[in-house]
């Protein structure tokens, strides 16, 4: 009895002085910040912890977006034995100590087991080749925690017995919450300024917001953070702009990369992100650009911006601030075209203004039953029978055939874009530049 007294006493005592991002963890479903994609009523993983029927899961996502939280959640709401290994500290010794546990377990009490692994991106091959055969006969349900695309860092074999599960980034209005929370917790008064300065510092970790905001508290001394608490806490000065100037921002940022000065497109990106502008807001941007701007005369635009977006994901800031710089020095520096934005809207006018017209009929599916006797398919020409790789034939309706949508600029690849032969057409339909 007096060791547990002891035990008792040194836990609260623990709770007391923990950092304020652990004593603000949820404790239940309904108290986790975002996430609603999974865990609203109804969505698969709330459906698998509320009926305590979690099969073995991958939980991904990035850092203070609630992996570790809902491990313990699901510790809470479980009748089976909730273990936890820490993959930077186990090994494969402790791995097989732990599935020898959880068979002794089932055999003896009919319980199951969990293993909360947490970190497994960092358990080797041979670590994730133990656990494999527990976590296929059902003797361990494993639920594992990663930050880093588990494609890459966990085994295939262990990575198929597993359902993935995406963690996002915590939205303003979340974070928002955590923030509401932890001040009513904590007797202070957080300003809107203040708030809205946290949430857009921290990239959607409310790990990272609730780490500030304690350190702000104690900057303040009072039952007031402002602005200036929260720049302390971070070590910057925030570059704020009101939604006006958001817009004003955003578009001297896509006017300067449209217009090839890449100096100008790295000066309004670091300008967004010093006011804490959404990276992932960025990063769309760019991909747009892209074909809206650079199109066919740089067709390795696309995949440089989509390249910066995927990093925006995978890594997050500050690194992925220099992915997203190499995309404004890309496609500020290629050439611009926009014909396949003018291609692209005079085939939605004539969608809009046109007949519909028929598909013609060697155009249409002739691969069910019945399809021959209507005709369709029949006069079809397979380009690839053709030494030329081409051939001659309609691929509109009647009243389209003569239309022409797309006009290479002579920019870039695009002045060197060569239709096959026979494809001289008239001239287009009238086109707004």
Same mark, same amino acid.
């Given at each position: 009895?007096p060791?547990?007294?002891?035990?008792?006493a040194?836990?609260?005592?623990?709770?007391?002085?923990?950092?304020?991002?652990?004593?603000?963890r949820?404790r239940?479903?309904?108290?986790?910040?975002?996430?609603?994609?999974?865990?609203?009523?109804?969505?698969?993983l709330?459906?698998l912890?509320?009926a305590?029927?979690?099969?073995?899961v991958i939980?991904w996502?990035p850092?203070?977006?609630?992996?570790?939280?809902?491990?313990?959640?699901?510790?809470?709401?479980?009748?089976?034995?909730?273990?936890?290994?820490?993959a930077?500290?186990a090994?494969?010794?402790?791995?097989?100590?732990?599935?020898e546990?959880?068979?002794?377990?089932l055999?003896?009490?009919?319980?199951?087991?969990?293993?909360?692994?947490d970190?497994?991106?960092?358990?080797?091959?041979?670590?994730?080749?133990?656990?494999?055969?527990?976590?296929e006969?059902g003797?361990?349900?494993l639920?594992?925690?990663?930050?880093?695309?588990?494609?890459?860092?966990?085994?295939s074999p262990?990575?198929?017995?597993?359902?993935?599960?995406r963690?996002?980034?915590l939205g303003? /209005?979340? *974070?928002?919450?955590v923030v509401s929370?932890a &001040?009513a =917790?904590? %007797?202070? #008064?957080?300003?809107? $300024?203040a708030? +809205?300065?946290?949430v857009?510092?921290?990239?959607?970790?409310?790990? /990272?917001? *609730?780490?500030?905001?304690?350190?702000?508290? &104690?900057l =303040?001394? %009072?039952? #007031?953070i402002?602005? $200036?608490?929260? +720049?302390?806490?971070r070590?910057?000065?925030?570059?704020?702009?009101?939604q006006?100037?958001h817009?004003?921002?955003v578009?001297?940022?896509?006017?300067?990369?449209?217009g090839?000065?890449?100096?100008?497109?790295?000066?309004?990106?670091a300008?967004?992100?010093?006011a804490?502008e959404?990276?992932r807001f960025?990063?769309?941007?760019?991909?747009?650009?892209?074909s809206?701007?650079?199109?066919?005369?740089d067709?390795?635009?696309?995949?440089?911006?989509?390249?910066?977006?995927?990093?925006?994901?995978?890594?997050?800031?500050?690194e992925?601030?220099?992915?997203?710089?190499?995309?404004v020095v890309?496609l500020a520096?290629?050439p611009?075209?926009?014909?396949?934005t003018?291609?692209?809207?005079?085939?939605?006018?004539?969608?809009?203004?046109?007949?519909?017209g028929?598909?013609?009929?060697?155009l249409?599916?002739?691969h069910?039953?019945g399809?021959?006797?209507l005709g369709?398919?029949?006069?079809?020409?397979?380009?690839?029978?053709?030494?030329?790789?081409?051939?001659?034939?309609?691929?509109?309706?009647?009243?389209?055939?003569?239309?022409?949508y797309?006009?290479?600029?002579?920019?870039?690849?695009?002045?060197?874009?060569d239709p096959?032969?026979?494809?001289?057409?008239?001239?287009?339909?009238?086109?707004?530049?």
């Amino acid at each position: 009895m007096p060791a547990d007294l002891f035990a008792a006493a040194a836990d609260e005592r623990l709770t007391a002085i923990a950092p304020l991002a652990q004593r603000m963890r949820p404790r239940s479903l309904e108290e986790v910040a975002g996430q609603e994609h999974l865990l609203a009523p109804g969505r698969p993983l709330r459906a698998l912890i509320d009926a305590d029927r979690l099969s073995s899961v991958i939980l991904w996502g990035p850092p203070g977006t609630g992996k570790t939280t809902l491990a313990r959640l699901i510790a809470g709401a479980t009748t089976r034995d909730f273990v936890p290994l820490s993959a930077v500290t186990a090994g494969v010794k402790e791995v097989r100590e732990t599935v020898e546990g959880a068979r002794r377990l089932l055999g003896e009490q009919g319980r199951g087991t969990i293993l909360f692994l947490d970190e497994v991106h960092r358990f080797n091959r041979a670590q994730q080749d133990a656990l494999l055969p527990a976590v296929e006969d059902g003797t361990l349900t494993l639920v594992g925690a990663t930050t880093e695309n588990p494609f890459f860092s966990v085994t295939s074999p262990l990575l198929s017995r597993s359902t993935l599960f995406r963690l996002e980034p915590l939205g303003p /209005a979340a *974070l928002r919450a955590v923030v509401s929370r932890a &001040a009513a =917790a904590e %007797g202070v #008064t957080v300003t809107d $300024a203040a708030a +809205e300065l946290l949430v857009g510092l921290v990239d959607g970790d409310a790990r /990272a917001l *609730l780490t500030s905001l304690e350190v702000a508290i &104690a900057l =303040a001394g %009072g039952a #007031t953070i402002d602005v $200036a608490e929260v +720049e302390a806490a971070r070590s910057t000065r925030a570059l704020r702009y009101g939604q006006d100037e958001h817009y004003d921002v955003v578009s001297a940022f896509i006017k300067s990369i449209r217009g090839s000065d890449v100096d100008a497109g790295l000066y309004w990106l670091a300008r967004m992100l010093a006011a804490g502008e959404d990276a992932r807001f960025v990063a769309r941007r760019l991909v747009i650009l892209a074909s809206e701007d650079v199109g066919m005369a740089d067709p390795a635009a696309l995949l440089v911006a989509d390249a910066a977006a995927r990093a925006v994901e995978m890594v997050g800031l500050p690194e992925a601030r220099l992915n997203l710089a190499q995309a404004v020095v890309h496609l500020a520096g290629a050439p611009k075209s926009n014909r396949v934005t003018l291609a692209l809207g005079a085939a939605e006018r004539d969608v809009r203004d046109q007949p519909a017209g028929r598909v013609p009929p060697h155009l249409r599916d002739a691969h069910y039953q019945g399809a021959a006797r209507l005709g369709h398919g029949a006069g079809y020409r397979y380009p690839h029978d053709d030494p030329s790789g081409w051939v001659d034939q309609q691929y509109r309706p009647d009243h389209l055939e003569g239309r022409r949508y797309y006009q290479p600029s002579t920019h870039g690849q695009e002045a060197r874009w060569d239709p096959p032969p026979g494809r001289a057409l008239p001239e287009p339909p009238e086109t707004a530049e």
